[in-house]
């Protein structure tokens, strides 16, 4: 498994669980509008057309799923980006795309995503 930074922190973390080349990744910027947010439904949609999955969002019980390889979504400090993904498998940091975690924190947990079959 290759895992992936220098891209966008949800992009890099989907590639490096899903195991493919970041560039087959939807650019999440593209689901962002200013006003209204990130288009986590769209973004999803937009996974099965391009990779053939989609996401099942995990509430903070959920997580970490155990023994699988999920994205989790993590709340930070930084004003200017509050929140960060990170790759995992189960309870271990596979990936942190920009180094801000060094290993998975539950408390920190915004929410996960796992990878199904679309």
């Known amino acids: 498994m290759l895992a992936w930074s220098g891209h966008n922190c949800l992009r890099s973390a989907i590639a490096t669980v899903a195991d493919v080349h970041v560039d087959r990744v939807p650019r999440p910027e593209d689901f962002f509008d200013p006003v209204y947010g990130f288009d986590l439904s769209g973004y999803s949609e937009a996974m099965a057309d391009r990779l ?55 408390d920190a947990l915004e929410y996960g995503l796992m990878l199904v079959a679309a």
Not at 61 to 78: H, I, K, L, N, Q
């Open 52 to 106: 053939g999955y989609r996401f099942r969002v995990l509430g903070w019980s959920e997580c970490p799923p155990r023994g699988r390889d999920w994205v989790a979504v993590m709340r930070t400090s930084r004003a200017d980006d509050p929140h960060h993904a990170i790759a995992c498998r189960g309870r271990q940091l596979l990936c942190d795309p920009s180094g801000i975690f060094r290993a998975y924190q539950q």
